[in-house]
């Protein structure tokens, strides 16, 4: 129906996560951060992949094309929050965060066109 509801969605989810000042969250194990900052946007990339499948409008993008898409702008999205975290007390931007966030959005590309595709 709305085939980009869901990735805003799923955008505001991750904006409200990161905008939860330092102090209220309890320290994570770094590897445990780092994980769910990967699956974050891994499900960004998949979401934002299948709404660009599923627009009607002309011309209808290719699978390369939605895979480029997808991936910059989950990672491009994961940058800018991080700037974002520079104005949240107690919270601070990390370069690996967004390193992982990118891994994390190819790992949702890749998912979404394997399914596409068929496994």
Not at 13 to 26: E, H, K, R, T, V
Not at 60 to 74: D, G, R, T, V
């Amino acid at each position: 129906m709305f085939p980009w509801l869901f990735p805003l969605f799923w955008v505001l989810l991750i904006f409200l996560g990161s905008s939860i000042p330092g102090g209220s969250i309890p320290a994570p194990v770094s590897v445990a951060s780092q994980v769910l900052h990967a699956c974050e946007y891994a499900v960004l990339a998949y979401l934002i992949a299948r709404a660009f499948s599923q627009t009607k409008k002309e011309p209808k993008h290719s699978f390369s094309a939605i895979i480029i898409l997808a991936f910059s702008i989950s990672v491009l999205y994961g940058a800018t929050d991080e700037l974002h975290q520079l104005y949240v007390p107690g919270r601070h931007p990390d370069s690996m965060d967004v390193f992982v966030d990118a891994l994390g959005s190819g790992i949702g590309v890749f998912v979404w066109y394997r399914l596409k595709r068929g496994i």
